[in-house]
C-alpha cells in the first residue's frame, strides 16, 4: 500500500482465543529484528503475542520498545479498540508535520473524519514507556484517529478491517488536502452542517445495509482474497 518506511509501520491488535490481556503484534519485520526482511514479507507466522508486561508470550522475536509502549498504552486506554494501527504514511504524516496539522473539510472523503481526529503536537522523542502510550490514549479519546506532531499517525478500531479501511481513507483523504494546498489557492471547505450531515451518513445511515462497517469488510476482504490468488502464503 506504499504506506510508509517498510520496517516500522505497527499494528497490534487482540486475539479473541486467547485471554484478554495477550495481543498479537507486527511491526515492520513482523516480531523480528530489523533489517531481517520486509515488510512486504510478513506472514501470520512473524507476529508475536505480548502479555500486559509487554513480554513475548507466543511465537519468537521481540518488541520493539517504543511502538510497545504506544501500543500497550492506547489498548490500555482504549479497551474498545481491538485493533490498532500505527504508520508514517507520507501525506498523512505530511499535514501532521505543518504547523496546523487539522485535517481539513474540503472533500467527501475528509468529511468521514469529522470531529473523529484527535492531536497530539508535544511531540519529545521516542517513547520508551508505558506512560507515554497512557499519555497518547488519552489524547486520543474516544476518536478513531490520532494524529501525532512530527511523528505520524495513529488508528483506533473496533476490528482490524474498520481500522485498515479508516488508515486507507485517511492517506486518501490528506493526499486530497496536500494536492489542494499544493496549488496555491484558498480551500473550499464544507460547512459544518454539510460535514456533520456527510459524515452522520457513513456512519449511521438509514440502511444498516450501508454502515461504514459493511464498506470497511468488503475492502478488506476484497484485499485478503487478491492476496489469497497472489500471495497465499501469507496464511503460514
Request: negative net charge.
Amino acid at each position: 500500500m506504499k504506506w510508509g518506511v517498510s520496517s516500522f509501520s505497527v499494528s497490534t491488535f487482540y486475539d479473541s482465543n486467547n485471554v484478554p490481556d495477550v495481543f498479537k503484534w507486527g511491526w515492520g519485520c513482523g516480531g523480528r529484528f530489523i533489517g531481517e526482511m520486509s515488510i512486504l514479507k510478513v506472514t501470520a507466522s512473524c507476529l508475536v503475542g505480548l502479555n500486559e508486561e509487554n513480554k513475548v508470550v507466543e511465537g519468537e522475536g521481540k518488541a520493539e520498545l517504543s511502538a510497545a509502549c504506544i501500543h500497550r498504552g492506547i489498548h490500555t486506554a482504549r479497551p474498545d479498540a481491538k485493533c490498532v494501527m500505527h504508520t508514517h504514511m507520507p501525506y498523512a504524516t505530511a499535514i501532521a508535520c505543518l504547523m496546523d496539522p487539522t485535517v481539513l473539510m474540503i472533500h467527501q472523503t475528509s468529511a468521514r473524519f469529522y470531529g473523529n481526529v484527535a492531536y497530539d503536537l508535544a511531540y519529545s522523542g521516542l517513547a520508551d514507556a508505558i506512560d507515554e502510550g497512557e499519555r497518547l490514549g488519552k489524547k486520543l479519546g474516544k476518536n478513531l484517529v490520532l494524529s501525532m506532531a512530527n511523528h505520524g499517525i495513529l488508528v483506533a478500531a473496533a476490528n482490524v478491517s474498520l481500522a485498515f479501511d479508516t488508515t486507507y481513507y485517511l492517506e486518501r483523504t490528506c493526499m486530497t488536502q496536500v494536492l489542494a494546498m499544493s496549488t496555491g489557492h484558498e480551500p473550499r471547505i464544507l460547512s459544518d452542517e454539510i460535514a456533520r450531515k456527510s459524515y452522520q451518513q457513513t456512519y449511521h445511515p438509514a440502511n444498516e445495509e450501508h454502515a461504514i462497517q459493511y464498506y470497511a469488510d468488503a475492502h478488506f476482504y476484497a484485499l485478503i482474497r487478491k492476496l489469497e490468488k497472489e500471495e497465499p502464503d501469507f496464511k503460514d
